[in-house]
């Protein structure tokens, strides 16, 4: 009799005592995202950071996918094969597929259920650029546009003014020719029209007053007047502007060592090629050509829900919360060259 | 006595046949793991692989329809499978003629003279051991437009650089120079296996009835001898180089415009990337079709060495 | 040194310098900061060495220990379970009598004829439908199989006399005893050469580690060469050659010491098809 009280009674103790034990092992929130080589030091950062201000969570990452298509390829498999992430961050243009399947999971119900969330003070571009169908999916992590990076000390020695950069495609061209004309290895001019999701055609279709699809959705609308102008722009590049048909990696090592004038690409590789270039030689950018009323497109990703269940969905917010949050976004714009969150450029989000 | 004698002999019969008894299920008990694993593991799934290829299944989907030879039909008119299968062969083409040809040529060179020989044994087979997406890398740098190794040296010997990769004319030759090199040293060992197997005599022999010149002895002895080991080395050159996809990955994923496009990686966008797994089946068929081919030229080509030797 | 030597050891040692070129090249970037890397200045040493950086970016970047320790653990795995698989079924294919010999054996040739990428898809399958993907047994069960150990394993059986088999047997041996106490040190050289075969297919294996693994601990060395490649894509190549020379060493060191040993069994992939 004693000796079955005396053992009921260390059962119940070491119960008690381990509860607490077991109920502190982490909850683990699955994280995937893209691009490493712009992204991985700066997700593991503020992976760092969370989990110091919340101990109660556990980020992981899975292998990063090398861009926004193989990104929402994988998401594609994960859901397929019951594998699913609970947070993964998708380009823009990629929202569409998981919002049309039903996969990614509304932030609607969180956010409404969560006091703090007006207190991180997410501008409501950021959020827009997330909404589909009246339904919060992603929230805006980086968001970045085109730009016209220059290597200064070319220009200035093709006979450019640092000061007056070309503010038109034909400004460009000749500054290309005569940086071109300097000789030897250096190169005039590239722009790397394969990014991701034909981001910078869609660029030069916006930018000419054009769009992707009518208003409707239901039919073609680059075929028109400003297609016809940007594929016309594509072509000039190549016999007015010296651009050679080369990839990004090459046009990327071009630039930051230092042999090619100008560059058109995202100010998303501002902070890396900065870095990169340190003092080789000055760094300028310039403004992405634009007809009057047309606009540029965002490019850039969101963080998007996938958690099914209650106790990760709450971590996963928390963590998404956080990452575009104020402490993610300072730490973003200092590792790359994506805007702070509360930029004010208008644009209008790429399809 | 004779009684006894039968009895003695029925026992040792029974023993035996006890025997036999115990041997047999010692063998089923013995070979059982790899029965139920080359059951379950290899020939099931292959017949799933036959068998799916006759749906139109999509991972994930939660029905399917029996197509017959739907996923055959389509493929008869997919031009990306047409190109791909023949890039394959025009890869095979370059890649087993030059490895087997520039292997031999080494062979014989090592076996001419004796200084060197594990040296260069070596150098010239490490490449098969390297890890190749590893060596790929490596080689990409190596064929960089305008800093590469290769461009910088050609730009030195006067002639113009390329853009190896992304010029759909050269890609896929790009491609066959590094399986050349990474297969190169594989063909040599074998040849030098069959090169030390022609007997001296015969050399002797030939010698005597006047063919002593270097170039005579190749084409009266040596060739004629190593005749069997140079076909089958063909034959296995060919079933490897058709199952190339690392470099196709990692390096140019199929491109420029599907000049590098393969077999294998094919099959692994359709069943993998694009989820068509009934279709990604069919392309494995076909896969299995051709490898199937040449295995059974090298099982003939294997029963003539038996004989030769 | 006649004419003849001389112009064997120009010819091998040029086309020598041919296969090095890859490796040492690789040495070469691996040592050298950006600059020198990007130049059209060629230069097997560096003006100034980056070697420390390098390599400590490419083992802070992506987890290389975690893909060499995953190499070996899934290598020894895999080869493991294929003796343990293959050598009691050939031992029994080759020494004794049963019924299903034939057809067994039979099945095994027919097993011979399919390349290793024609079950995949099925494996997938099998593999998601049981939640195993991104995991050891995802890595190690499809590959357990191997109908060319089997048969390689029962050629040399055949070698072997039988009367060391009976003798074994008069010792009150069972089957089982003898398979592993017996026929296993015989076939130590076929095993030697059909493990080297195995370790090295299996270590630069790409494709099925490319369609099972999703996170970065679980990857091979194939997979993390392209996973360290997609961290350093286009901006830091010192690093990227640092982190290819560190998962490429084992592999090519274990060759230098052991050539003869590798050369022999590699030469079987002749045999497999």
């Known amino acids: 009799m004693k000796r079955r009280t005396l053992l009921a009674g260390g059962a119940a103790a070491t119960t008690l005592a381990a509860a607490p034990l077991r109920a502190q092992s982490p909850t683990e929130i699955k994280v995937l995202y893209s691009i490493p080589d ?12 969370f989990m110091k201000a919340n101990p109660q969570y556990k980020v992981t990452f899975l292998a990063p996918q090398p861009g926004y298509e193989e990104v929402a390829q994988a998401t594609l498999r994960a859901a397929v094969t019951n594998t699913l992430p609970d947070v993964v961050y998708h380009g823009l243009n990629r929202q569409r597929v998981f919002y049309d399947r039903g996969l990614a999971q509304p932030l609607d119900p969180l956010i409404a259920a969560d006091p703090d969330f007006k207190s991180y003070g997410h501008a409501p571009g950021l959020l827009d650029i997330g909404r589909f169908g009246g339904k919060q999916l ?12 220059y290597n200064l000390d070319l220009v200035t020695k093709a006979g450019g003014d640092p000061a007056a950069l070309p503010a038109t495609w034909d400004g460009i061209f000749e500054l290309a020719r005569k940086v071109k004309a300097l000789g030897g290895a250096t190169q005039g001019f590239h722009f790397d029209w394969d990014i991701t999701g034909n981001w910078m055609w869609q660029a030069l279709v916006f930018s000419n007053r054009g769009t992707m699809l009518t208003a409707d959705e239901k039919k073609v609308a680059f075929d028109g007047p400003a297609g016809k102008t940007g594929i016309e722009t594509l072509g000039r590049m190549v016999t007015e502007g010296t651009m050679r048909d080369v990839g990004q990696n090459v046009s990327l090592q071009d630039f930051t060592a230092g042999t090619m004038g100008i560059w058109g690409h995202s100010t998303s590789r501002l902070g890396g090629v900065t870095k990169q270039i340190g003092d080789k030689f000055k760094l300028r950018t310039g403004p992405f050509p634009v007809q009057p009323d047309g606009r540029l497109p965002l490019g850039g990703n969101v963080a998007m829900l996938f958690a099914k269940d209650a106790a990760h969905q709450k971590a996963a917010w928390e963590y998404i919360k956080f990452a575009t949050g104020p402490v993610g976004a300072t730490m973003m714009v200092q590792a790359t060259g994506y805007f702070p969150r509360r930029w004010r450029r208008p644009t209008i989000p790429s399809c | 006595m004779t009684t006894t004698a039968l009895t003695l002999a029925a026992e040792r019969g029974r023993r035996r046949s006890g025997q036999a008894r115990a041997e047999a299920i010692a063998a089923y008990l013995l070979s059982a793991p790899a029965m139920l694993c080359l059951l379950g593991i290899l020939l099931l799934p292959t017949l799933a692989t036959f068998v799916l290829s006759f749906t139109d299944w999509q991972f994930g989907a939660p029905t399917f329809r029996w197509i017959g030879l739907g996923n055959y039909t389509q493929l008869a008119t997919d031009r990306v499978f047409w190109r791909s299968l023949s890039n394959t062969v025009l890869y095979v083409a370059v890649v087993v003629p030059l490895s087997v040809g520039l292997g031999l040529g080494v062979a014989l060179l090592i076996e001419a003279g004796t200084s060197g020989r594990a040296f260069y044994r070596a150098a010239y087979f490490l490449p098969v051991t390297a890890t190749l997406i590893a060596m790929a890398t490596v080689w990409e740098i190596m064929l960089h437009p305008s800093v590469g190794l290769i461009n ?3 730009d030195g010997l006067g002639l113009p650089k390329q853009n190896w990769l992304k010029n759909p004319d050269l890609a896929l030759f790009a491609l066959a120079g590094i399986g050349i090199w ?16 022609i007997p001296r005599d015969l050399y002797e022999a030939a010698a005597i009835d006047g063919a002593d010149g270097p170039w005579t002895r190749f084409v009266t002895v040596t060739l004629p001898m190593l005749g069997p080991a140079l076909s089958f080395v063909l034959i296995i050159s060919a079933i490897r180089s058709f199952q ?27 069943g993998f990337s694009f989820f068509r797994a009934g279709y990604g089946a069919a392309i494995t068929v076909v896969f299995l079709a051709f490898v199937l081919l040449l295995t059974l030229i090298k099982a003939r080509v294997a029963e003539k060495r038996v004989h030769y030797s | 040194m006649s004419a003849f030597a001389a112009f064997r050891h120009v010819v091998l040692a040029a086309g020598a310098i041919v296969m090095l070129a890859p490796f040492i090249w690789l040495l070469s970037l691996a040592v050298k900061p950006a600059d020198e890397i990007f130049t059209t200045d060629l230069r097997l040493l560096p003006e100034r060495w980056d070697a420390v950086r390098n390599f400590t970016e490419a083992f802070a970047k992506v987890p290389l220990h975690r893909y060499l320790l995953n190499g070996v653990i899934v290598t020894a795995s895999i080869f493991t379970l294929q003796v343990l698989v293959a050598l009691p079924a050939a031992y029994a294919l080759a020494k004794l009598r049963f019924g299903m010999a034939r057809p067994l054996f039979a099945l095994v040739l027919l097993g ?44 040399f059986f055949r070698t072997v ?38 370790v090295v297919f299996h270590w630069n294996d790409y494709f099925w580690p490319l369609l099972v693994v999703t996170s970065p601990d679980m990857a091979m060395p194939a997979l993390g060469t392209v996973y360290l490649r997609n961290t350093e894509a286009g901006t830091d190549y010192g690093p990227l050659m640092a982190g290819t020379a560190v ?5 090519v060191i274990a060759f230098l010491f052991a050539q003869r040993r590798f050369i022999e069994g590699m030469t079987l992939t002749g045999l497999k098809g």
């Not at chain 2, 990474?182 to 197997?197: D, F, P, S, Y």
């Not at chain 3, 998962?247 to 592999?251: E, K």
């Open chain 1, 38 to 49: 712009l992204f991985k030091t700066l997700h593991e950062q503020i992976a760092v950071e």
């Open chain 1, 138 to 149: 992603g929230i805006g992590f980086s968001v970045s546009t085109p730009i016209i990076y």
């Open chain 2, 152 to 154: 910088v040296l050609l």
């Open chain 2, 182 to 197: 990474q297969a190169l040293g594989l063909n040599m060992v074998l040849l030098l296996a069959g090169l030390k197997a």
């Open chain 2, 244 to 270: 190339v996809f690392d470099t196709v990955a990692v390096l140019t994923e199929g491109g420029p415009n599907k000049a590098t496009e393969v077999l294998l990686y094919t099959m692994y966008q359709e």
């Open chain 3, 112 to 155: 011979l004829l399919i390349p290793a990428h024609v079950p995949a898809i099925p494996h997938y399958i099998m593999l998601s439908s049981a939640g195993l993907l991104n995991s050891y047994p995802a890595l190690i069960l499809p590959s357990v199989i191997s109908v060319f150990g089997i048969f390689w394993i029962r050629q």
């Open chain 3, 161 to 198: 006399p039988d009367d060391l088999i009976h003798a074994a047997r008069l010792d009150g041996l069972s089957e089982f005893s003898i398979v592993w106490r017996i026929m296993l040190p015989a076939a130590m050289p076929a095993l030697t050469a059909f493990g080297i075969l195995s």
């Open chain 3, 247 to 251: 998962i490429t060493a084992p592999l």
